[in-house]
């Protein structure tokens, strides 16, 4: 029988299982006093995540290659920093690391510092216009050699054929080498975490405080 037109024919997994894949979970970190009922949302979106990588292992492919924003060492070196920065995080990371993934340094840790004190000169509340479109300027030229850093990471170190695995915020500006087929994880309580922090984000900045992140 012919193949009508305009029909779309939805891929198949065994697609998927040839080339580089890479899964993306956004990078969310927990406060340090977190409410109650955030806290309960952010456990039960890493436990989402956690299964639906899980889920995406089973169909397409183990992880081979761990990467986590902010962390610009491997190994053991690198699961330790990943603990100390983000314990929903290192659950996920812990797991693949136990079945023969490796974590791989990701960040340059001399761009990466040069990045976040841009930032940080960018969030003080410059009042000269001059000196602020100056720190700006350096500011997106450091982020701009960070991305590239981060995408030639991840194209030299996974493999033909290898599944990574992203940990990243999810605003990224990262361009991925085209040859990597990228599964964006966006569990259910993703959603729940962003609507609960759009409702209290008016309240903040009414009682003089800076927006929730």
């Known amino acids: ?22 899964y993306f979970v956004p990078l969310l970190f927990f406060p340090k006093e977190p409410r109650a009922d955030l806290l309960e949302r952010l456990n039960r979106y890493w436990d989402q995540a956690d299964a639906h990588v899980a889920g995406l292992e089973g169909k397409l492919g183990r992880v081979c290659k761990v990467y ?3 962390v610009p060492v491997g190994g053991e070196a690198g699961a330790k920093t990943v603990e100390e920065l983000n314990r929903g995080s290192h ?16 960040e340059d840790g001399e761009l990466l510092t040069e990045f976040m004190d ?36 991840i194209d030299e170190t996974l493999k033909k054929d290898e599944t990574g695995l992203l940990l990243m915020s999810e605003g990224h500006q990262v361009q991925f080498p085209t040859d990597i087929e990228v ?31």
């Open 1 to 22: 029988m012919p193949e009508e037109l305009g029909e779309i024919k939805k891929p198949s997994v065994d697609e998927f299982k040839v080339g580089r894949r890479l």
């Open 68 to 70: 986590h924003e902010f």
């Open 91 to 106: 659950r996920i990371v812990k797991a693949r690391l136990e079945k023969g993934a490796e974590l791989q340094p990701m």
């Open 118 to 153: 841009w930032g940080r000169c960018l969030a003080v509340g410059l009042q000269n216009q001059k000196v602020v479109a100056r720190v700006y300027e350096a500011y997106v030229d450091a982020s701009r050699r960070r991305n590239s850093h981060i995408a030639k990471q």
């Open 183 to 213: 599964f964006y994880i966006a569990p259910p309580a993703l959603d729940e975490i962003k609507r609960w922090l759009r409702e209290r984000e008016p309240k903040v900045q009414s009682q003089g405080e800076g927006p929730t992140s």
